[in-house]
């Protein structure tokens, strides 16, 4: 037996605990992974509160990003001991996920461990990180350029945000943080930040179009603060969304598109194919200032994960948050 994190459901009632579950309830899978960290992601609060149907099938150990050491595998490109990432494919929505001590995955959804990557460090970056790298990739695709001018990050105080903001200032973009926490102003500087921007000047009805303002933008907040982004993008820029943090709603016209030239690249990380994650993995391994993502981490242990859930759909959590299930496997 070992530790997990179960949701389970009855009737319209939902529930999450901490309880013991047998390595025979685990889903099919063809590798077996001893989990040494997992994270807690927006999608995750979600999923234990019940506040969105995240959870498809019940019970559901939540937890959409491990990293651990495999213990067994019949598959071809795992061995015992390998050190792997899982991210997404839907673990933690409709397959066991990792808040718990082990995990039961195809092998295809795997990504072995970059070189120099520390466990902690991978699940520091997670899903959250791991979709900002995609943001900025999604940007440069389309042809967004650290001399196109200033890009604005949303969210930027939160998981996403946070290492979007790192990567961008890394690659020498000009970044303005939009935070709805003014506390985290010096925080998002020593990010990288060149200028903070209050949320509140993207919270009102949005124009069709507004006077341009930045050549691209990483949204993590969708509805009103998407179209107020949407509104203030440069000729020919890029907005690359990948959240819903302010609603799943879009109130925005087609002016910024057929005036402007503006491109709203959406962005997904869940079933985004192996190659494309090895890829950004490489890169987050060799680009990512390891500095500021400690300085972005925090950790919550295995036994406060239900408690620090709902924090996040109250927007208190800074950065990213990794909990630590076995971390002596480091
Ligand atoms: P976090 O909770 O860590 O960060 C979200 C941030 O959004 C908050 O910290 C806050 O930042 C800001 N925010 C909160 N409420 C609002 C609001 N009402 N309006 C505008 N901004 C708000 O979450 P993550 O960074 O993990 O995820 C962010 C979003 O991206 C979520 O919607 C998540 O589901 C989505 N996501 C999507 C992925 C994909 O594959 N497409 C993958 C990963 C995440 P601040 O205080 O600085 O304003």
Known sequence: MFD?????KDGDTQTVTRTQVSPDQLPAGDVLVQVGYSTLNYKDALAMTGAAPVVRSFPMVPGIDFVGVVIESSHADYAPGDRVILNGWGVGETHWGGLAKQARVKGDWLVPLPEGISMRRA????TAGYTAMLC???????G?????????VTGAAGGVGSVATALLAGRGYHVAAVTGRAEEAEFLRGLGASS???RTELTGKARPLSKERWAGAVDVAGSTVLANLLSMIRYGGTVAACGLAAGMDLPTTVAPFILRGVTLAGVDSVMVPGPIRRAAWAALAAELDMAKLDALTVEVPFDQVIDTAPKFLSGQVRGRVVVPVAPELE
């Not at 997990?4 to 389970?8: H, L, S």
């Not at 900025?136 to 389309?142: G, I, M, N, P």
């Open 144 to 152: 967004v350029r650290p001399d196109s001018g200033e890009v604005a």
């Open 136 to 142: 900025v990739q999604a940007l440069e695709r389309h």
């Open 123 to 126: 699940m520091a970056i997670g």
């Open 196 to 198: 903070i921007v209050d």
């Open 4 to 8: 997990a994190i179960v949701i389970a």
